[in-house]
């Protein structure tokens, strides 16, 4: 599979920033198509590599990239554009849970995954399960290869104490999230490189203990007890 150009992705994104407009950018289509090829070359690499180790219900790298077209309609800022490329893959079959994400930004790129719009059930259900026994996620999270590449679990979280819990739980920090997120940034000069997909699957990789962990919870009832088959 060819090597992607990602500086082609840089180059664009960082000329469409100081010029965030219609005009511009039609007039420039040609351009941004060339770099859109680009990233959609990246991500069918990257999915190719993901498809080794993990079950992946995104079709194709394509069908995982997200649109540049901002929606402005509730938005103060009325800029058309995204100034950055961004896809996501999520998880096969109900038993593997989870999504991963990928931003190329100049001087913001990142991976990232987890858990970003649990239901309303599911989010309980993680919450009972933390606070029923959060050392096997704090281990997890606390674990020195792990913490160093990922930094601290990311995520919204409700100010105080969500409705069926106390502020006094010992596990209240975890318990408080909304989002549970994992994030590692990445440097302009390595997203030019032609290893970057294996940088970004190997990202993802990193973050399997925790959704294997994720998972077991949420396909597990708080006796252990699976609740599918």
């Not at 940088?199 to 399997?208: A, E, I, S, T, Y």
Request: aromatic residues 12%; charged residues 30%.
């Amino acid at each position: 599979m060819e090597t992607p150009n990602l500086k082609t992705c840089l180059d664009f994104l960082s000329t469409l920033k100081k010029n965030n407009n219609r005009e511009w950018f039609n007039g420039n289509k040609p351009v941004y198509m060339a770099a859109h090829e680009q990233l959609i070359l990246f991500a069918d690499q990257l999915l190719e590599k993901m498809n080794t180790h993990d079950s992946i219900e995104t079709p194709s790298g394509k069908k995982s990239l997200f649109r540049i077209y901002r929606d402005v309609r509730f938005s103060k800022d009325k800029t058309p554009y995204q100034t950055h490329f961004s896809g996501g893959f999520r998880r096969a079959t109900h038993l593997r849970r989870g999504g991963y994400y990928f931003r190329i930004q100049p001087g913001n790129s990142l991976i990232a995954g987890g858990f970003w719009g649990p239901s309303s059930d599911d989010l309980k259900h993680i919450r009972s399960q933390i606070a029923q026994d959060d050392a096997p996620l704090r281990e997890l999270l606390a674990d020195k290869k792990f913490k160093s590449y990922f930094g601290n679990l990311e995520g919204e979280k409700v100010k105080t104490a969500p409705k069926g819990f106390t502020k006094d739980d010992p596990a209240i920090d975890l318990i408080r999230h909304k989002q549970f997120l994992l994030v590692h940034s990445f440097q302009d000069d390595e997203i030019i490189k032609s290893d970057f997909a294996k940088k970004v699957d190997q990202g993802f990789r990193n973050m399997r203990p925790f959704f294997d962990h994720m998972s077991e919870m949420l396909t597990t009832d708080l006796n252990g007890t699976p609740l599918y088959q």
